[in-house]
């Protein structure tokens, strides 16, 4: 016979936090992959991470516009992909609105990572200091190409969905020459 959640006794192990740990090194491995190596064939990369995490550096206005949460794609257009798993970030080069910036997530706080190209995604809870209440996110269902390329509309005040920031209208249009 098998326990139930509810029929399971407390741990006095944190078993739940280690599990998540330890899936957390798998977005590192992937990252530091894509940093070394690129993004193999179809592979791309959808990160969720919260943007009022104190050490999250990205610039004021994504900030104002996203002031929770925020979706990236690592796809074609990035660069300067570096994981620093002792700082405990990683930085990456993207453009947002046709500007070029360079943003710094703390590995603590992504909330979400997914691969589209072979249906695999985590989720995770926002590791936050105590003074930010988490929010559970929400990963966004992916699609084979994002395409939205206008700005997304307004969400209600209170309403925690993450955004998408669409990097289509930057991706090479024609295969690159051999």
Do not use: C
């Amino acid at each position: 016979m098998e326990d139930t959640p509810e029929q399971r006794p407390e741990s006095l192990l944190p078993y739940e936090d280690w599990t998540e740990q330890a899936l957390r090194q798998v977005v590192v491995r992937a990252l530091e992959h894509a940093a070394a190596h690129g993004l193999p064939g179809g592979h791309h990369f959808y990160i969720t991470f919260r943007t009022d995490h104190p050490n999250a550096v990205l610039p004021k206005r994504l900030r104002a516009q996203y002031p929770q949460e925020i979706t990236i794609v690592l796809q074609n257009q990035f660069w300067d992909l570096k994981v620093d798993e002792a700082a405990g970030e990683f930085s990456v080069g993207l453009s947002f609105g046709g500007v070029p910036s360079v943003i710094h997530v703390p590995l603590p706080a992504i909330t979400g990572f997914a691969d589209p190209e072979v249906k695999f995604g985590l989720r995770f809870k926002a590791e936050l200091p105590p003074a930010i209440e988490a929010e559970p996110a929400t990963l966004p269902a992916p699609t084979p190409a994002p395409v939205a390329l206008a700005p997304p509309p307004a969400e209600p005040e209170g309403s925690a969905t993450p955004q998408v920031v669409s990097l289509d209208a930057f991706r090479r249009r024609t295969p690159p020459r051999e």
